[in-house]
């Protein structure tokens, strides 16, 4: 009932332009419910998509009535059940970019791809994630990390300002000179101290990228499984020497038509074109099944993950940094990544990826909450099965996964994106005493009764 009345208010407060919708029958409703992931989708009482920043603020201040956030819907956490609603920005979208100051501010739902389009444009360009359906503003929040990071630094570390609304209800600038505190923790936990409107992030001239016009060189060496240990010890010196200008992924997949288990490398090199397949020649020398390369414009730079990016499926994605490159334990995720398909062929869209990326530059200014900026290597697992009797298989294969590549770390030591996880340890997200500590004390400050999620409570 107070959900009921609750929507009958919002429909005469808000823009002409929000849409309201509380009909779970109704196709515009259901097509507004679709996120990356189906695993645990509940169904709210309503979803409003507003249009503005006055729509966004008057329905975060109403916190009384529980709700959720969905900007590009890749969230596990994105999802609420009757008695709630989602506040859905899709709609509400603008990239200003300021080329001769080098900022660009981005307010809303917009998403990794319409970032990068706008800002390449005006011949400029930022931190980008690997998925083009990703949403911005949370992707900076939750730290930001790509290929691109040795490049231009953390995500979190290139925002200069950001628009927050309290749980007070109270819309607040934070930057290094009003709310500096607050500023900090958004800075890579974000999304537990407030709704985040907009922020301001640094931008770079594409020729960061190594070309005039942002191109770089990217390509992709396709092996049998049983190649493996030989893969790994090319990687593994590829690691070790990497430079600002190299990164990549070693890619555990298991392909259609066959979905036969393979390992792709996909190296990136950001300097002259023609050097690419010089550097990473010792690839080509393993004679790969097949191999080929190209020059993507920064917007089209994870085009190629576009199979994965599309809404519904029952998938989960997870992130968790490592300390070195070991080649046993990469030999034992192979296992695992081959045991999952034997006993689970419905898993065969599943995938274990390793990137590395160089550390960001060194006069890079790190004065945020994210914690992990040292790391520069990723286990990325996308666990994704098609029915539902699966998924149980699927999420232990996962935990294995992880595990074979934390071999011979401490517990102490392990690492978690603070986005990819709610359920292990926060210390993981957050290691520094210090600033774990300060991050609960703002929490209290600014969110005492968690109106943005428990965390840190």
Known sequence: MALTHFIAELRGALSAEACVLSDPTKEDFQLALLRWSDVDVKIPGAIVQVANESDAVKLASAHRTPFVLVCGGHSLWSTIGPDGFILDLT?????????????VTVAGGVLMK???TALASAGECAPVGNGNTIGLIPYCLGGGIGVATGLMGIACDNIRSAKIVLANGQLVVANERQHPELFWAIKGAGYYFGLILE?????????????PEGQHWIGNYLYPMDRAAEVFKVVESLVATSSSRTAGLVMLIAPPPH????????????GDLEDGPKVFKELAALGPMMQSEKAPHVPNLSDHLDFACGKGGLRRFNLTGLQEFKIENC???????????????DASSSGYFIEWHCLPPHDMVRNSAFSHQSVHLWLHCLSWCQEQTSLTKVFESEARAIDAMRQGTEPDSYIDLPHGTRTHPIERRFPDRDTLAKLRALKKEFDPEGTFTKELL
């Not at 709609?91 to 900022?103: F, I, L, M, T």
């Not at 922020?199 to 990228?209: D, H, K, N, R, W």
């Not at 192979?334 to 062929?345: A, D, G, I, K, R």
Request: aromatic share 12%.
């Open 91 to 103: 709609k509400y979208k603008s990239v200003q970019v300021n080329a001769a100051e080098h900022q």
């Open 114 to 116: 319409e970032f990068a």
């Open 331 to 345: 030999l034992q995720l192979t296992e695992v990544f081959q045991q999952l398909l034997e006993s689970c062929p």
């Open 199 to 211: 922020i301001t992030l640094a931008t770079y001239p594409l020729s960061v990228f190594g070309t």
């Open 259 to 270: 979905h036969q288990p393979m390992i792709a490398v996909v190296p990136h090199y950001f």
